[in-house]
C-alpha cells in the first residue's frame, strides 16, 4: 500500500482499509449500539496489544491522541470554543452515520492505529539527507546565474520601456532625448547597481507582473492577482528579485521563493478580515497588551518579553524591499499603516523629537537590554536616517548606562548590551548594503562599544538557498567586515518544508558566514492556508535532516571564539565544518510563536478536529524568561492551519515523493531545542532589580 494511493481514497474505501488493515476495530463499531460501548472495546484493544508487545510510548501517544472523553477546547489563536469527541467521530464515521467527518480525518486515525500496532523508531540516513540536499541548486550556481543574466537581459529591455513612458521626468532615472539603445542599456547596467533605481522601477501591477516574467503566469493566477489589487493588496517587487524566478518550461525550481510574489486565493478572500495573529501587537492607550506590557503607542514599540521590545520607526522603514505573501504584519497593510508610498514615508518634521521620547521608555525600563529595530525592514531608512535612529539608541544606551551608577546594587537596571536591525534587503535587494551605509553601521559599532553594547546584529531572512546571489555574498561580506554578525530566520513554508531544502540553506548560509537563529512555522489564519506546513513536519525536520549539523561542545567553542572577530566568518565557518566533517551548523531553533506568549516548539498532539487537522497543546518554552503575565497561563491549544494529509498532497502537486514523508505520522509531540551560546544575553553585572516596569498583571 502506498502513502499516495491513501491521500485519493475515498470515504468507503478508507472503510475498506480499517476493514482489511483493523476488521475488529470496524467490526466492534458496527456493533456498538453507544459510541461508549466501542470506547469500553478500544481500551480491552490496548491492553491486550500491550501484552503482546509492551510499549509505553505508544501507549501514551494512543490515549493522549485519542482515548480520552468528549470536551470543548478553547483555540488559544482564535478564542474559539471547539467541541472535541474523538472517540464518537470515529464510531459515527466507521459505521457511515456522520458525513461531516472528513476523509482526513479517518487517514490521521487509520495511521495512528498503524503506530500503534507496529511501533517502530525512526532511524536517520545520512546519506539519504545528503541526497536530498544536494538536489536543491544554489544562485551561485553557474547555470542558475546563467538563467538569471538572461533574466537580466530581458528585464532591463522592459525596464527602458517603463522609463520612457514615465511621466515623471524630474526621476534621476530618466533618458535624453537622443540616447541610443545602446547607451539606455548601458545606463540601465549602471543604475542596476543603484538599490534606489530597484526601489523607483518596482513592478505594482498584476498585468506588469506577468509582462516581466515573460507572460509565464497562468490565466488562474492572474485572476487570484487582479482579484487582489481589487481588495487593495499592494504588490512590491523589485526588477532585482524577479531576475531570480525562473520563466523557463523546464527551468530550475523556485517555488519556494516564487510563493513571495504570487499570492493565494485564500490570501485574497481573507484580506480585510485579517487579525493579528500577534496578540500582543494589539495596543490600547493606558491598558496592558496581551503579554501585560504598557506601551507608549499601538506603531511604534511592540514587546513580548522582558528582555527585548521592537521599534518601528517613523520613516521609509515602515515599508520593505517587497511585500511577503506571508508577511505576519498583513493586518498592518490591510490597515494602510504599513504601505510602500514611499515620498510619504519619509521622515516628517518633529520626528526626531518623537523618536527621543520614544526612546526614554528603553532608558527607564529595569528589564530591555535589546533592541530591535525593524518594521517594515529597518534598512529601508535612508542611511542619514537610520544613522540619526542608531545615535538616539546610543545616547539612550549611555544615559540607561550613566543612571545606574547612582543606583543601588539590587536596584540597578538592565542595560543596553544587543543592538539588532531586521532586515530581507540582503536577500531581496542586496545593492542596499552600500558605502554610505557601511560607514554608519561602522561608526555606531565603534561607539556604541565603549557604551556598554557588547552584540550587533543584522537579523535577516533568506528563504532559499537560490536567493543566495553573488551580489549577496558581497554584501555579506561588507557587513562581516564592518562587525555584524548576520543571523538568518526562515519561515517554514510548504515549499520550504521539502526535504532537505532547509538543511540545504543552512549549509549555504553558513559557507558565506551567515548563521541561522530561528525557524519558524507559519503564522497566522486562513489567509495562510495555502503556506502552511504542520508541526510535526518540522518535529521530522529536526529529528531526521537537522540532526546532522547538531554542534557537540568542542564546535560550539570554536564557533564562539570566531564570532568575537565577525570579519573571519566567512570563510571561518567553511574551514570549522571541514574540521569537524559535518554539512552545516544547527545554530537555530525550530519554533511556532504562539499568539502573545512567545515561541515555543513544546507540544502535544492532544486531539483532532473533524477536518483532519491537529489540535496541539503547548507549552511555555523552558529555556527562557516570559512576561509574568503569562507565566501561569495554563494550557495553551492552537487548531493547525490544515491536515497532514493535505499537506503531504501539496508536496505531491510540487513534485515530491511523499512516501519521503511517510515517517511525518509518527511526530505527535516536539520539545523546545535549547538556545545556541552566542543567542543567550550577556551576562550583566550583579545588582540588577527583580522588579518590572511597565508591566500590569491582571488576573
Known amino acids: 500500500m502506498e502513502l499516495k494511493n491513501v491521500l485519493k481514497y475515498s470515504y468507503t474505501e478508507l472503510i475498506d482499509l480499517f476493514e482489511k488493515d483493523f476488521p475488529s476495530i470496524l467490526h466492534n463499531a458496527r456493533i456498538s449500539d453507544d459510541w461508549r460501548v466501542f470506547e469500553q472495546f478500544l481500551k480491552e484493544y490496548i491492553r491486550a496489544t500491550l501484552i503482546r508487545r509492551?510499549?509505553?510510548?505508544?501507549?501514551?501517544?494512543?490515549?493522549?491522541?485519542?482515548?480520552?472523553?468528549?470536551?470543548?477546547?478553547?483555540?488559544?489563536?482564535?478564542?474559539?470554543k471547539i467541541r472535541y469527541e474523538p472517540i464518537k467521530w470515529l464510531w459515527e464515521a466507521l459505521r457511515g452515520e456522520d458525513n461531516d467527518v472528513h476523509q482526513d480525518f479517518l487517514i490521521d486515525r487509520y495511521f495512528l492505529f498503524k503506530q500503534f500496532q507496529n511501533s517502530f523508531d525512526v532511524l536517520s540516513d545520512q546519506e539519504q539527507c545528503k541526497n536530498w540536499r544536494e538536489r536543491w541548486e544554489v544562485g551561485t550556481d553557474e547555470d542558475v546565474a546563467e538563467e538569471r543574466r538572461e533574466?537580466?537581459?530581458?528585464?532591463?529591455?522592459?525596464?527602458?520601456?517603463?522609463?520612457?513612458?514615465?511621466?515623471?521626468?524630474?526621476?534621476?532615472?530618466?533618458?535624453?532625448?537622443?540616447?541610443?539603445?545602446?547607451?539606455?542599456?548601458?545606463?540601465?547596467?549602471?543604475?542596476?547597481?543603484?538599490?534606489?533605481?530597484?526601489?523607483?522601477?518596482?513592478?505594482?501591477?498584476?498585468?506588469?507582473?506577468?509582462?516581466?516574467?515573460?507572460?509565464?503566469?497562468?490565466?488562474?493566477?492572474?485572476?487570484?492577482?487582479?482579484?487582489?489589487?481589487?481588495?487593495?493588496?499592494?504588490?512590491?517587487?523589485?526588477?532585482?528579485?524577479?531576475?531570480?524566478?525562473?520563466?523557463?518550461?523546464?527551468?530550475?525550481?523556485?517555488?519556494?521563493?516564487?510563493?513571495?510574489?504570487?499570492?493565494?486565493?485564500?490570501?485574497?478572500?481573507?484580506?480585510?478580515?485579517i487579525q493579528a495573529w500577534e496578540k500582543e501587537d494589539v495596543v490600547e492607550a493606558g491598558k496592558p497588551n496581551a503579554a501585560g506590557w504598557l506601551l507608549p503607542n499601538s506603531t511604534n514599540i511592540h514587546?513580548?518579553?522582558?528582555?527585548?521590545?521592537?521599534?518601528?520607526?517613523?520613516?521609509?522603514?515602515?515599508?520593505?524591499?517587497?511585500?511577503?505573501?506571508?508577511?505576519?504584519?498583513?493586518?498592518?497593510?490591510?490597515?494602510?499603516?504599513?504601505?510602500?508610498?514611499?515620498?510619504?514615508?519619509?521622515?516628517?518634521?518633529?520626528?526626531?523629537?518623537?523618536?527621543e521620547r520614544l526612546m526614554t521608555y528603553y532608558e527607564y525600563d529595569s528589564q530591555l537590554r535589546d533592541i530591535l529595530i525593524t518594521g517594515g525592514d529597518a534598512l529601508m531608512s535612508q542611511n542619514s536616517t537610520l544613522e540619526k535612529i542608531l545615535d538616539a539608541v546610543y545616547r539612550m544606551a549611555v544615559h540607561k548606562r550613566e543612571a545606574n551608577r547612582e543606583r543601588t546594587k539590587g536596584e540597578k537596571y538592565a542595560e543596553i548590551r544587543r543592538v539588532r536591525l531586521g532586515s530581507r534587503l540582503l536577500a531581496y535587494l542586496p545593492s542596499r548594503i552600500d558605502d554610505g551605509l557601511i560607514d554608519v553601521l561602522k561608526r555606531f559599532r565603534e561607539k556604541a562599544t565603549r557604551a556598554g553594547i557588547q552584540q550587533f546584529f543584522v537579523q535577516t531572512h533568506f528563504e532559499s538557498p537560490l536567493e543566495i546571489t553573488e551580489d549577496v555574498v558581497r554584501a555579506v561580506r561588507r557587513l562581516l567586515d564592518a562587525g555584524w554578525i548576520i543571523t538568518n530566520q526562515l519561515v517554514f513554508t510548504v515549499a520550504a518544508s521539502r526535504r532537505g531544502h532547509t538543511a540545504r540553506l543552512r549549509e549555504e548560509l553558513n559557507k558565506i558566514g551567515i548563521l541561522t537563529y530561528y525557524t519558524f512555522s507559519v503564522k497566522g489564519f486562513g489567509e495562510n492556508y495555502a503556506l502552511f506546513a504542520p508541526n510535526s513536519r518540522s518535529m521530522q525536520e529536526v529529528k531526521e535532516e537537522k540532526i546532522y549539523g547538531r554542534l557537540s561542545p568542542e564546535l560550539e567553542k570554536e564557533v564562539l571564539d570566531i564570532l568575537k572577530?565577525?570579519?573571519?566568518?566567512?570563510?571561518?565557518?567553511?574551514?570549522?565544518?571541514?574540521k569537524y566533517g559535518q554539512p552545516f551548523l544547527a545554530t537555530d531553533r525550530n519554533v511556532m510563536n504562539l499568539p502573545g506568549?512567545?515561541?515555543?516548539?513544546?507540544?502535544?498532539?492532544?486531539?483532532?478536529?473533524?477536518?483532519?487537522?491537529?489540535?496541539?497543546?503547548?507549552?511555555?518554552?523552558?529555556?527562557?524568561?516570559?512576561?509574568?503575565?503569562?507565566?501561569?497561563?495554563?494550557?495553551?491549544?492552537?487548531?493547525?492551519?490544515?491536515?497532514?494529509?493535505?499537506?503531504?498532497r501539496q508536496l505531491e502537486e510540487l513534485g515530491e515523493e511523499v512516501e519521503d514523508y511517510f515517517s511525518i505520522w509518527h511526530y505527535s509531540e516536539g520539545h523546545t531545542e535549547s538556545r545556541f551560546a552566542l543567542f543567550e544575553y550577556p551576562e550583566q553585572y550583579t545588582g540588577i532589580t527583580d522588579d518590572f516596569t511597565n508591566l500590569i498583571i491582571e488576573s
Open 565 to 578: 572577530r565577525p570579519e573571519l566568518l566567512n570563510p571561518g565557518l567553511v574551514r570549522l565544518l571541514e
Open 303 to 355: 514587546r513580548r518579553y522582558p528582555e527585548v521590545a521592537i521599534f518601528i520607526p517613523d520613516s521609509m522603514g515602515r515599508a520593505c524591499g517587497g511585500l511577503c505573501a506571508l508577511c505576519q504584519r498583513m493586518y498592518d497593510f490591510q490597515k494602510g499603516h504599513l504601505n510602500f508610498n514611499l515620498d510619504r514615508l519619509k521622515p516628517i518634521e518633529g520626528w526626531e523629537r518623537k523618536m
Open 54 to 80: 509492551p510499549s509505553p510510548l505508544s501507549i501514551r501517544r494512543f490515549f493522549r491522541m485519542f482515548v480520552n472523553r468528549s470536551r470543548y477546547i478553547h483555540d488559544f489563536s482564535t478564542g474559539e
Open 151 to 273: 533574466n537580466r537581459k530581458r528585464i532591463s529591455y522592459l525596464l527602458i520601456r517603463k522609463i520612457e513612458r514615465r511621466d515623471k521626468m524630474n526621476s534621476r532615472y530618466r533618458f535624453a532625448a537622443e540616447t541610443s539603445e545602446e547607451d539606455k542599456m548601458r545606463l540601465i547596467d549602471e543604475w542596476w547597481k543603484d538599490y534606489k533605481f530597484h526601489l523607483t522601477m518596482a513592478i505594482r501591477e498584476p498585468d506588469e507582473l506577468n509582462l516581466f516574467l515573460n507572460h509565464t503566469l497562468s490565466d488562474k493566477t492572474m485572476q487570484i492577482l487582479h482579484d487582489a489589487k481589487r481588495k487593495g493588496i499592494p504588490f512590491f517587487v523589485t526588477p532585482y528579485y524577479l531576475s531570480l524566478l525562473s520563466v523557463k518550461e523546464n527551468g530550475y525550481d523556485d517555488s519556494t521563493i516564487r510563493s513571495y510574489v504570487i499570492y493565494s486565493r485564500e490570501l485574497v478572500e481573507n484580506f480585510g478580515h
Open 597 to 648: 506568549i512567545g515561541k515555543s516548539m513544546t507540544f502535544v498532539t492532544a486531539g483532532l478536529t473533524k477536518q483532519g487537522k491537529r489540535i496541539l497543546r503547548f507549552s511555555l518554552d523552558a529555556n527562557r524568561r516570559h512576561s509574568p503575565g503569562v507565566d501561569n497561563i495554563g494550557d495553551i491549544y492552537i487548531v493547525e492551519n490544515k491536515s497532514i494529509a493535505a499537506y503531504l
